[in-house]
């Protein structure tokens, strides 16, 4: 798998500070305020009826059930949408490793192998070298669309999407100016986020703040454990919640029994072998006693998602891993990059780019499941002091604080794969481009807006069947 060019990083700086500059000649700051519905744009509905014929077919009304409860939701799960809108507006050709899939709610709080509280991304799903310029618009049209459903006035959601893409051309020239291991482990922890929080003179996002922190200390994966779990006559057992959570002798659509059970142990194996020694080692400690398919998400909603409940010394010594299916990217008819040989691995990769710190139990495989397909699959711990913001209970105050610490987190994570210098010269100490993502924010969720009205006629017209859970 290979990772974003980096070419610039080894001429002098001054060269690659002009470098970025002169990226502004390809794709000048202002031109990101544009954006126009193309004239050949796909139809919506088409691109999310395309991913859908990949995933579990009596998932797929879920996943549209979900989508069609608001704007925002379905923001969530068009990623497939906007990233067909991006590939056909001009780009800076100024490269990170992309989350691919930047919205609001893929960024909280998480827990570090050394049990710190970190503000980091989340999802990587859709994760693929592109224009860095790419994640920072859905991330300010996601939080546009975020206030609108909280009924802020359009000034109020303007506020917002400076502040985030502001904080974001302000955290990468602080990197540019920093030293190359520095920028790797550049963190933001609970020091940096009670930073964030003195400067804000909004008393309730202050206390909110402290409170989430707090709560999130709280999501182990012990918590998950006693939530999704049961005592039963063999010991404990995942906890049937069909169809979102649906053990392995409950499943009517797909194969189980012996042949589901030996696909998934094969699963496990193959997963084992991307560990690095030590944590295959740790492994090894805990025995496979459950497994169930679980429902994820919203733009997830389909793809296949399992559940391995594995037990150490006893019963009340869990260990809960999530094994994801991985497709290929929504960016990757639209970058023209390499193509990769395992999907599951290109996640991974792209995290570990991305994250300053990850699960120590992350990982990848393949499967070739009882349909005969081969799927790629990859693996880490559910829960594991998970932090999720709300952006639909907060007010303008803490959705601007949160924007703000979602776009400096999303710098930091850009200037581990890309050059910092080249980007933070092409931005400029002016506020060009936070003006201009602002202008393609409040566009772009116009687009959106219409792209829902889509669905909700689909699901009127009986071209779409949706189910709400």
Not at 314 to 326: I, N
Not at 420 to 432: F, M, Q, W
């Amino acid at each position: 798998m290979t990772v974003p060019s980096t070419f610039t990083a080894c001429l002098p700086a001054a060269e690659r500070a002009a470098y970025g500059r002169r990226a502004r000649s390809r794709a000048s700051r202002s031109c990101h305020g544009w954006y126009e519905t193309a004239r050949q744009r796909p139809d919506p509905v088409e691109v999310i009826e395309r991913q859908s014929a990949r995933r579990v077919p009596e998932l797929v009304p879920i996943r549209y059930g979900r989508m069609l409860e608001s704007p925002f939701r379905f923001y969530r799960g068009a990623a497939a949408i906007m990233a067909a809108d991006l590939g056909t507006l001009p780009d800076t050709g100024l490269q990170v490793q992309l989350c691919g899939d930047a919205h609001p709610l893929n960024f909280r709080l998480l827990a570090s192998p050394e049990r710190r509280l970190v503000f980091d991304i989340n999802d990587f799903d859709e994760t693929l070298p592109g224009p860095f310029e790419w994640d920072v618009k859905r991330l300010a049209s996601g939080f546009v669309t975020a206030g609108r459903a909280n009924g802020f006035s359009a000034a109020e959601q303007n506020g917002i999407v400076r502040a985030c893409v502001r904080a974001y051309r302000e955290r990468m020239r602080e990197l540019a100016g920093m030293r190359t291991l520095d920028i790797w482990y550049a963190q933001d922890d609970a020091d940096r986020i009670r930073e964030l929080l003195a400067s804000s003179t909004d008393r309730e996002a202050r206390r909110r703040t402290a409170r989430a922190t707090a709560r999130a200390r709280t999501r182990t994966h012990l918590r998950a454990f006693a939530k999704l779990t049961r005592v039963t006559a063999e010991g404990r057992r995942l906890a049937p919640d069909p169809p979102l959570l649906t053990p392995l002798d409950r499943l009517s659509a797909e194969p189980s029994g012996t042949g589901r059970e030996k696909e998934l142990r094969t699963l496990l194996e193959g997963y084992a072998r991307t560990l690095p020694p030590e944590r295959r080692h740790l492994l090894r400690h805990y025995r496979l006693v459950d497994m169930a398919r679980k429902v994820v998400g919203v733009g997830s909603v389909g793809t296949r998602c399992w559940i391995l409940l594995l037990l150490g010394r006893d019963d009340d010594d869990p260990l809960l891993l999530q094994a994801k299916e991985a497709q290929e990217s929504v960016l990757a008819a639209h970058t023209g990059g390499e193509r990769y040989d395992n999907q599951g691995r290109r996640v991974v990769t792209g995290q570990h780019l991305m994250q300053t710190t990850s699960d120590i139990f992350l990982g990848w495989t393949h499967v070739t499941s009882l349909d005969g397909q081969g799927r790629d699959f990859y693996v880490r711990q559910l829960w594991d002091w998970k932090g999720i913001a709300r952006p639909e209970t907060m007010g303008p105050g803490l959705l601007t604080l949160f924007g703000r610490l979602c776009g400096a987190s999303l710098a930091r994570a850009h200037a581990r794969s890309g050059d910092p210098l080249a980007i933070a010269a092409y931005l400029g100490g002016g506020d060009r481009f936070d003006r201009a993502l602002t202008e393609f924010a409040q566009s772009y969720a116009d687009q959106n807006e219409r792209d829902h009205e889509a669905l909700q006629a689909a699901s009127r017209s009986g071209r779409i069947r949706a189910e709400r859970l």
